[in-house]
């Protein structure tokens, strides 16, 4: 299958690379990203997204402070690549692999002070958690996969493939898994209001890769669970607390349909992805801006002057999940998923 990185280290010109997921489907480009002003308007606009990315350019980004932080002496040097990984790790609130990935490279500096010690540090780090995510997908898939019955037509919501990781995806990599094992896989894509995540990014990816992909309206995915025509729903997560998942808005909605039409709903996650200290009420869910929802394509859709909301997430409590899958297995209990 026709998987690329999503991000990857140009060490020729010692910069992080990324494909512009805004500039999709139209276009399939890479942007330089050269430093950590760049990368944090990157994560804003949602050029890279996704949880497990997220997680890998929050840890590249460290690596891009390193190389451009100011100051002569060690400690003021170190108080500048912390300043901007602070910035970095706050970019967006919830999904919380992005502060992981964060944190991970800011403590692999260790006892390095000089500019080049840490600068290889950081790296280095920031390639061992792509490098990771990778396998860790793979493993999700493996495990996911085995979950899927032989044909099988699945629901997926927003964009969990290749593009919001570094390579093959958890939702989706969950399908291609079973592809790739000869099962006979074909995917509702809910187009994923208002930025069409899944009409964008993941028809976009299934289709690259000949799997059968067909594009809903949000609105639709019930009426179709209720036709009969879902055997599974499978989506990404942005945090898993130890009472909820948090995923694009819209989720929720899906696992309550699901429930009621008694078709399995499953989470597919990096075990990067577990928040083990809060409880979803702690959890700020981001607010995005009104344009997203008042305008389409240049078009004015709301009355000047009438209010949106616009919430990036919501959370799915875990009575609503059958299982979550992560590399490590699947979890159909949240103390045996958090190990209490």
């Not at 006979?184 to 992909?213: W, Y």
């Not at 989720?251 to 996650?269: D, N």
């Not at 997203?292 to 959370?315: I, K, L």
Request: glycine fraction near 8%.
């Amino acid at each position: 299958m026709n998987v690329d990185r999503t991000l990857w280290w140009d060490h020729d010109r010692d910069r992080l690379e990324l494909i512009d997921q805004t500039l999709l489907p139209c276009r399939y480009e890479s942007i330089a990203v050269p430093d950590v002003e760049a990368l944090i308007e990157a994560i804003r606009v949602l050029r890279v997204r996704g949880a497990p990315a997220l997680g890998a350019a929050g840890a590249y980004g460290v690596a891009l402070a390193a190389r451009t932080a100011g100051g002569d002496e060690s400690l003021a040097y170190l108080a500048g690549v912390r300043r901007d990984a602070a910035r970095i790790r706050s970019a967006r609130p919830t999904a919380v692999n992005l502060a992981w990935g964060v944190d991970r490279a800011l403590a692999a500096i260790g006892d390095a002070r000089t500019p080049d010690g840490v600068r290889a540090a950081t790296l280095a780090e920031a390639e061992r958690i792509a490098d990771e995510d990778a396998a860790m997908c793979r493993a999700i898939g493996t495990h996911g996969a085995a979950l899927l019955p032989d044909p099988a037509t699945v629901l997926t919501h927003c964009n969990a493939g290749a593009l919001a990781c570094v390579e093959w995806g958890t939702a989706l990599g969950v399908v291609r898994s079973a592809v790739e094992a000869g099962k006979k896989v074909s995917v509702i894509a809910c187009e994923t209001r208002p930025l069409l995540q899944g009409a964008r990014l993941s028809a976009f990816e299934l289709r690259r890769d000949d799997i059968p992909v067909t594009v809903c309206p949000d609105s639709a995915a019930a009426h179709l669970m209720r036709s009969g025509g879902i055997d599974a729903v499978v989506v990404g997560a942005d945090r898993i607390c130890r009472d909820a998942v948090f995923n694009k808005i819209g989720t929720y909605a899906h696992a309550i349909a699901a429930r009621y039409h008694g078709i399995p709903f499953y989470v597919a996650a990096p075990s990067s992805t577990l928040d083990f200290a809060s409880r979803a009420a702690e959890i700020e869910i981001e607010e995005r801006g009104r344009d997203e929802v008042a305008s389409s394509f240049g078009v004015e859709t709301v009355p000047p002057g009438v209010p949106v909301r616009n919430p990036a997430f919501d959370a799915t409590p875990f009575a609503l999940v059958t299982a979550v899958i992560t590399e490590r297995g699947v979890y159909s209990d949240p103390g045996e998923l958090f190990g209490s």
